[in-house]
């Protein structure tokens, strides 16, 4: 990126930081630099931006909330991206059929988490199995998460997105494309940035909700490493079976390269310990992969992007 060029996306978006350091925005505290990262808060930034950016050749990708990258080691050209959003703004938008469902409207930068409380709060079930995900909307969207055989998929009924060129669409549900970990857009060519997202969820019982996400955050904290910091699950799980047990029958929990580490507790979390390199990551990542494969046939796909 040029002087010209810089100074031009500092106009375009304020929120600017220069030779980012992505450790600071990755759950896995660990990356190289971008070197630019924006925070933008509308749709009308972004259809300045993203053509602007096409323009003038340069790349650009959305890290949602940081939970499910891996940022390489080496400065990164271009432009990462951060939509903001609140749950202030998620609004219930109307009845669906039956009638004891609802429509919500939610901003794509919506941290999850957030999400899942409110919801709660006003009595709308649906999303209890993503209690204690963390993320964007967005990204969970995009990468259709979930957990306990369920994914967030199951209850989107519209996704509001952003082309390259600046150009706003809304998504119907029969549109999309919904698979394990994957949602695919009509005719995506290009990058596209989800900027909100319509839920049809149930009306229940406001106690039995919170007490559903209680119990499944508490589970989480048995089974899952704690104080350390990861992406998740590492592996996507395979057909008919889970790529924990696979890791652990191969022999790999707590190997370590550097301060990465295959979680001794659940063998699916690659974790860092303090300081870990991605590079250490990635040899992790590249390892249980290889032995895997050796031991049982299955190769595994990362479930989390190293960019």
């Not at 990262?37 to 096409?54: F, G, K, N, Q």
Request: charged share 20%; hydrophobic share 40%; aromatic share 6%.
């Amino acid at each position: 990126m040029n002087e010209q060029q810089r100074r031009h996306l500092q106009r375009l978006t304020p929120q600017v930081r220069w030779d980012a350091d992505m450790a600071t925005y990755s759950t896995f505290r660990t990356g190289g630099k971008a070197e630019a990262l924006v925070e933008v808060s509308t749709e009308d930034e972004l259809a300045i931006l993203l053509p602007w950016l096409r323009q003038e050749g340069l790349p650009w990708q959305v890290i949602g909330g940081g939970s499910n990258i891996l940022v390489a080691s080496q400065r990164h050209p271009g432009v990462f991206i951060r939509l903001r959003g609140s749950v202030r703004d998620a609004v219930v938008v109307g009845q669906a059929t039956p009638a004891d469902t609802a429509l919500v409207r939610v901003p794509g930068g919506c941290n999850l988490a957030a999400l899942v409380g409110w919801c709660s709060k006003q009595a709308l079930d649906g999303l209890t199995f993503m209690a204690g995900i963390p993320g964007s909307v967005g990204g969970a969207v995009r990468m259709n998460a979930g957990a306990f055989g369920h994914s967030i998929g199951e209850v989107v009924q519209a996704v509001r997105c952003i082309g390259a060129g600046g150009e706003i669409r809304e998504i119907p549900r029969e549109m999309l494309s919904f698979s394990y970990r994957s949602t695919r857009f009509p005719g995506e060519k290009e990058g596209l940035l989800i900027t909100g997202i319509v839920l049809q969820l149930q009306q229940g019982d406001q106690q039995q909700i919170a007490a559903e996400c209680r119990r499944i955050i508490s589970q989480r904290k048995q089974k899952q490493p704690q104080g350390v910091a990861s992406a998740g699950s590492f592996f996507k799980n395979p057909a008919g079976d889970f790529a924990g047990r696979l890791i652990e029958n191969a022999g790999l929990k707590g190997l370590a390269q550097g301060k990465a580490m295959v979680s001794p507790k659940h063998a699916n979390f690659i974790v860092n310990t303090g300081g870990a390199l991605p590079e250490d990551i990635i040899f992790l990542m590249e390892k249980v992969r290889q032995t895997v494969w050796q031991q049982s046939g299955v190769l595994l796909e990362p479930e989390v992007r190293i960019l």
